[in-house]
């Protein structure tokens, strides 16, 4: 498994948040909206957890033996944030929110495209970041439970993040009120589990988990014929 240059993802990442954030910026000042404010918000906390595993990769090639029990803990928090990275995709629902303010005699204005490609710059963004922060963990694992093992952490992870996303735009909650408001939690806990949720969470699961094998098979289709798996 290629380790990435953490340089070379981490000025790609930065330059293309610029270039998100300045766009937005450009189109919201030209239109005098804030309504899509919150999608540098959202933006903001995508970089939480490729922060957390780059510190994790960070400390696992610095450290001789990485104490399993700081390995797990760094793990878990990075569970907690990284569904905010693909949760970007669902504020495209905000379209359809607001499709009446885009139509003009009974058609979308310019103004519902130039919405749409920003929604998707940043969702884009979202996405890369979760990649990047899914691979390092990934090739942590790799080394210390094998191949295999470390691809059903991969899939593991991926419902889990389609999980938060669920409990994030259906129930409003965030990574944080596993400690602020943890009966909030426990109640939508106990709602989602019904049929609609599950099925949101494994379509949503399975999205995730193909992003990843496709860039994952893209970014070793340059390496010489052999076994990725």
């Known amino acids: 498994m290629r380790e990435l240059s953490w340089g070379k993802s ?18 919201a000042h030209q239109n005098s909206k804030t309504y899509y404010d919150f999608l540098l918000w959202n933006l903001f906390l995508a970089w939480i957890p490729y922060i957390l595993s780059s510190a994790a990769l960070l ?21 907690l944030f990284l569904p905010n990275a693909p949760y ?22 310019f103004f519902y495209w130039f919405d749409f490609l920003i929604i998707l710059l940043i969702a884009w963004n979202g996405l890369l970041l979760g990649f990047v922060s899914m691979y390092h963990w990934h090739f942590i694992l790799r080394e210390r439970l094998g191949s295999l093992l470390s691809w059903f952490f991969v ?26 408001d943890p ?24 999205l995730i988990f193909a992003v990843y094998a496709m860039m994952y098979l893209f970014l070793h289709s340059t390496e010489r014929p052999r076994s990725i798996w």
């Open 183 to 206: 009966e909030k939690l426990r109640l939508s806990l106990l709602d989602s589990l019904e049929a609609q949720a599950l099925a949101f969470c494994g379509l949503f699961g399975l």
């Open 10 to 27: 981490f000025a790609g990442l930065v330059i293309l948040t610029l270039v998100s954030v300045i766009a937005y910026s450009v189109l």
């Open 88 to 109: 970007i995709i669902t504020d495209l629902i905000h379209l359809t929110i607001l499709k009446d303010n885009y139509s003009a005699e009974g058609w979308y204005t």
């Open 59 to 79: 400390l696992y090639n610095r450290l001789y033996r990485f104490p399993v029990i700081l390995l797990t803990l760094l793990a878990a928090v990075w569970i």
């Open 155 to 180: 899939a593991a992870v991926s419902l889990l993040s389609a999980y938060g996303i669920l409990l994030g735009r259906e129930y409003r909650l965030n990574s944080w009120d596993v400690l602020a």
